[in-house]
């Protein structure tokens, strides 16, 4: 019996949308494979067949297709994406994980119904973050200054302490702007969930769950309060995609 590739979790009354859409991608699926659905008591896992290795290598090829599959199923329902790679020995194993946390989807189902996630990133749009720190906060052009007098190199422990003044800073601004960013977006979005910045120039990132009808004012609110930042900001939006930041799949193989 072949293994299953699973794509996401859908509840069965879009099951016919589901269906027609996937229906015209043909045999899109991870390999090539023709997606199918395996439902039980309402609520339907996506599948493919799966003939490949232990585990599905993340090619581009792979990704693309995990992510057509999102997409499609996305046009016509909110689906709980499951992870790529995540691959079932058996039919059988799928039905019963989806007994086993039945009322756990339901739920999940429930809190994304009719929404979709939408990204917002906001970096400094800088040549030199740190020259700039210096130029807004007195204390650390303060100590910048002092540590460097007369042209002199100060000790590594003078450096740390430099290092930590920048640190602790960048970290109030941040929290500050995501507060203020946040206060405008929570008016037009059913969620929001903070995620760690990956460079020293993002300022935050954010992800947004916002309902289908909801986009246009979210874009609105996006604008209005980057209007609020000067030209040392940069505001970048996305979107709309599956709430994977808001969704913790409880699906056990």
């Known amino acids: ?14 099951d016919d949308a589901v269906g027609e859409i996937l229906s015209g991608l043909g045999k899109a699926g991870i390999g090539g494979a023709k997606i199918t659905t395996l439902t039980v008591d309402g609520i339907a896992a996506v599948t493919s067949n ?4 232990a585990s599905v290598r993340p090619q581009r090829r792979n990704i693309a297709a995990h992510q057509e599959i999102l997409k499609a199923l996305l046009a016509v329902t909110t689906p709980l994406p499951i992870s790529f790679g995540t691959i079932a020995d058996n039919p059988q194993a799928i ?10 989807l339901e739920q999940a189902l429930e809190r994304v119904r009719g929404k979709v996630e939408m990204g917002l990133n906001v970096r400094w749009d800088l040549a ?9 906060h ?11 007098a007369g042209g002199r190199e100060p000790s590594r422990d003078r450096k740390i302490e430099l290092g930590r003044l920048f640190n602790q800073l960048l ?5 500050r702007y995501t507060a203020q960013v946040e206060k405008i977006l929570e008016t037009c979005c059913a969620e929001l969930r903070r995620a760690d910045p990956r460079k020293e120039t993002e300022v935050m ?4 769950l916002v309902t289908r009808d909801a986009q246009a004012t979210f874009e609105a609110a996006v604008f209005r309060v ?3 930042f000067d030209d040392h900001y940069a505001f970048d939006f996305n979107g709309p995609w599956a709430p994977h930041s808001f969704v913790d799949v409880p699906i056990t193989l």
């Open 1 to 14: 019996m072949s293994r299953k590739y699973l794509y996401a979790i859908v509840a069965d009354e879009a």
């Open 50 to 53: 799966y003939r490949g290795p």
């Open 95 to 104: 039905h019963t994980a989806l007994q086993h946390s039945h009322e756990e």
């Open 128 to 136: 030199n973050i740190f020259e700039y720190f210096v130029d807004r």
């Open 138 to 148: 007195p204390s650390l052009r303060a100590l910048r200054d002092t540590l460097y």
């Open 171 to 175: 970290e109030e601004d941040r929290e």
């Open 205 to 208: 990132r954010l992800s947004c």
């Open 226 to 228: 980057a209007k609020t």
